[in-house]
């Protein structure tokens, strides 16, 4: 089993939809949970941090579920420069909390 | 602005030959990263300083090496490329902050091994 878990998609949506990714983790240490955005060719740009209480930033929430180590990103009114690889990433926990571990990355294309 | 620079952009290198990359940052982060990130795949960490501590992945290849001379600085020297190292190599900082190690990217080095 991969230590952290994404459905690679291509989820394909219209604009004005909204999308969830989901993503699991394996290890029950970990403390910090991220999503990162990656463009094609691009290196990743951390999007927004996790928090346990569920956060939200514009039109993106994220929301973590450590009993059953999930974590989701729900996207609201999809636009077209939402078009990118979304990068659920875990910290290892415990001395090696500076260590990151990411997910494969769910890819995402918004149609107009 | 603060920010982690990667030098060169694009590398094109011959089988063999000794490349090296450099990262630097503005943003006075105590922790520093090497990827490696090949298409389609997550980013896989080769080794990270901790300050001036040096930590290398168990499966990092030994042609993979790393120096930081100082906190702004890290280098990555591949000391004979092959085929299969032609790859994006991308530096990320870190700094405990409110409890998280959040890590900045560079904008990567783009490998190609002929």
């Known amino acids: 089993r991969k230590e952290v878990e994404q459905d690679p998609g291509p989820f394909n949506v219209p604009e004005g939809a909204t999308v969830a990714f989901n993503c699991t983790y394996s290890n029950s240490a970990s403390q910090s949970f991220f999503w990162y955005r990656q463009d094609c060719r691009k290196e990743p740009k951390l999007l927004m941090s996790v928090y346990s209480s569920g956060n939200e930033d514009g039109r993106f929430t994220a929301q973590l579920n450590r009993a059953s180590q999930y974590i989701s990103l729900l996207i609201r009114d999809s636009k077209l420069s939402d078009s990118a690889t979304y990068l659920c990433?875990?910290?290892?926990?415990?001395?090696?909390?500076?260590?990151?571990?990411f997910g494969g990355g769910t890819r995402l294309m918004v149609k107009p | 602005d603060a920010m982690v620079i990667q030098n060169p952009r694009y590398q094109v290198t011959q089988f063999g030959k000794p490349v090296t990359l450099s990262c630097s940052q503005t943003?006075?982060?105590?922790?520093m990263y090497w990827y490696q990130q090949k298409s389609s795949q997550a980013p896989k960490l080769l080794f990270h300083y901790y300050d001036k501590d040096f930590n290398n992945e168990a499966d990092t290849p030994d042609n993979f090496q790393s120096r930081r001379p100082n906190t702004s600085f890290c280098f990555l020297d591949i000391r004979s490329p092959g085929l299969g190292d032609a790859a994006m190599y991308l530096c990320a900082t870190s700094i405990r902050t409110s409890g998280l190690y959040e890590q900045y990217f560079g904008p990567g080095t783009r490998l190609t091994v002929t």
């Open positions: 990433v875990v910290n290892k926990g415990g001395n090696a909390g500076n260590m990151l571990t």
């Open positions: 943003l006075n982060h105590n922790v």
